[in-house]
């Protein structure tokens, strides 16, 4: 009976990981080419709704500059997770935006619905004021540190701190390449 038990428990874990998203790794390049819109946008609001037994939260921007696809003054963007009374569901990796933040958004998305981070926090770059100089600065929310354990080195990966002008001749050059 014991081993019984501890089948179906084996097997509804198995259900419960077989469920679970795993998101690939996108380079700045896979970023700007797999996206339907590129902007610089500020945060005019965010607000979390129950749907499907799901807090999602839609925020809207205001399009600040739009450097690819077609975009209306204002956007839309809807993802999981959020704050609903005393309620918090937050999925690691989705990115929460707060009232007059601005950022450079990926988008993704279809005709008519909200659009979506691509790559989630991937997508999303955080543009901070430097308050000693007042240059704006860029930071990829996912930027992190790995560790190669081959080379036995530490690497930073993404978008960390950089200047605003650089950030946007990056863009330039990664949204001017040809996709095969």
Same mark, same amino acid.
């Given at each position: 009976m014991f081993l019984w038990i501890?089948?179906?428990?084996?097997i509804a874990l198995a259900a419960v990981v077989a469920k679970a998203t795993t998101l690939a790794r996108l380079s700045f390049d896979?970023?700007?080419q797999q996206s339907v819109a590129v902007a610089r946008v500020r945060c005019v609001s965010s607000e979390s709704r129950w749907d499907g037994g799901e807090i999602w939260t839609e925020s809207r921007f205001a399009v600040v500059e739009q450097d690819k696809g077609a975009l209306d003054a204002t956007v839309t963007v809807r993802m999981l997770g959020g704050r609903m009374g005393n309620l918090t569901s937050r999925v690691d990796g989705v990115p929460a935006f707060r009232p007059g $933040?601005?950022?450079?958004?990926?988008? !993704?998305?279809?005709?008519? $619905?909200?659009?979506?981070?691509?790559? !989630?926090?991937q997508g999303t770059f955080r543009i901070a004021r430097d308050a000693r100089s007042g240059?704006?600065?860029v930071t990829q929310e996912l930027a992190s540190?790995?560790?190669?354990?081959?080379t036995h080195q530490f690497h930073a990966g993404g978008v960390r701190g950089m200047a605003l002008s650089a950030f946007q001749e990056k863009l330039r050059q990664a949204l001017a390449q040809r996709v095969p």
């Amino acid at each position: 009976m014991f081993l019984w038990i501890l089948f179906l428990v084996g097997i509804a874990l198995a259900a419960v990981v077989a469920k679970a998203t795993t998101l690939a790794r996108l380079s700045f390049d896979d970023l700007a080419q797999q996206s339907v819109a590129v902007a610089r946008v500020r945060c005019v609001s965010s607000e979390s709704r129950w749907d499907g037994g799901e807090i999602w939260t839609e925020s809207r921007f205001a399009v600040v500059e739009q450097d690819k696809g077609a975009l209306d003054a204002t956007v839309t963007v809807r993802m999981l997770g959020g704050r609903m009374g005393n309620l918090t569901s937050r999925v690691d990796g989705v990115p929460a935006f707060r009232p007059g $933040e601005e950022l450079y958004l990926f988008l !993704w998305g279809k005709a008519g $619905e909200p659009y979506r981070v691509l790559g !989630w926090s991937q997508g999303t770059f955080r543009i901070a004021r430097d308050a000693r100089s007042g240059a704006e600065k860029v930071t990829q929310e996912l930027a992190s540190t790995s560790f190669d354990a081959q080379t036995h080195q530490f690497h930073a990966g993404g978008v960390r701190g950089m200047a605003l002008s650089a950030f946007q001749e990056k863009l330039r050059q990664a949204l001017a390449q040809r996709v095969p």
